[in-house]
């Protein structure tokens, strides 16, 4: 069921896009919305969205909307392992609950993963906000050494 169905904007994705939740931002551009999972999986567990879209899941998103997050994701797969250096990084997108799918605005996951280290459980325990602060600083700042367009750092 979850599967199919009409979009919801009052999502929590959505509320984040309009300003109406708070997010920790990494980056912002026309297309893409970047920040950090508030109960992430591991150090650097980023989402990443697509703004003008009211697509719930792979099904329902337009290619070119699908390659432009995908070029998102890449460019800041390498963000993140310049910044934070893990040994690996799992990209990640779930499709209805029983695949896992929690929030029902398309998404992909950037999940830094490290040698030894095992995977938080999805979507279940919130992160200090004073660290995903300090990791939201870190990230802004190499996106800027990086040059990628407009960063954004402020938490609305
Ligand atoms: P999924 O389960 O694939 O739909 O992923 C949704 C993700 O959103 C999960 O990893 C949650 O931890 C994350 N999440 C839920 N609410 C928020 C929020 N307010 N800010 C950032 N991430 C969130």
């Not at 912002?28 to 703004?51: N, R, T």
């Not at 893990?86 to 999940?111: E, K, L």
């Amino acid at each position: 069921m979850s599967l199919y169905g009409h979009y919801d904007s009052q999502n929590i994705f959505a509320l984040i896009l309009r300003g109406e939740a708070p997010s920790y931002k990494v980056y912002e551009d026309a297309d893409v919305l970047a920040f950090l999972d508030v109960f992430p999986q591991s150090l650097g567990h980023i989402l990443v969205i697509p703004k003008e879209c009211q697509a719930r899941n792979i099904l329902d998103v337009e290619p070119a909307v699908l390659g432009t997050m995908m070029s998102a994701v890449q460019q800041l797969t390498r963000v993140v392992l310049d910044e934070l250096k893990p040994d690996g990084v799992q990209i990640v997108q779930f499709n209805g609950a029983a695949a896992g799918q929690t929030v029902y605005h398309i998404h992909i996951h950037i999940i830094p993963r490290w040698d030894g280290e095992g995977l938080g459980v999805h979507a279940k325990d919130r992160a200090d906000p004073a660290e995903l602060e300090t990791l939201q600083a870190r990230l802004v700042e190499r996106i800027h050494s990086n040059r990628l367009a407009s960063p954004m750092l402020e938490r609305c």
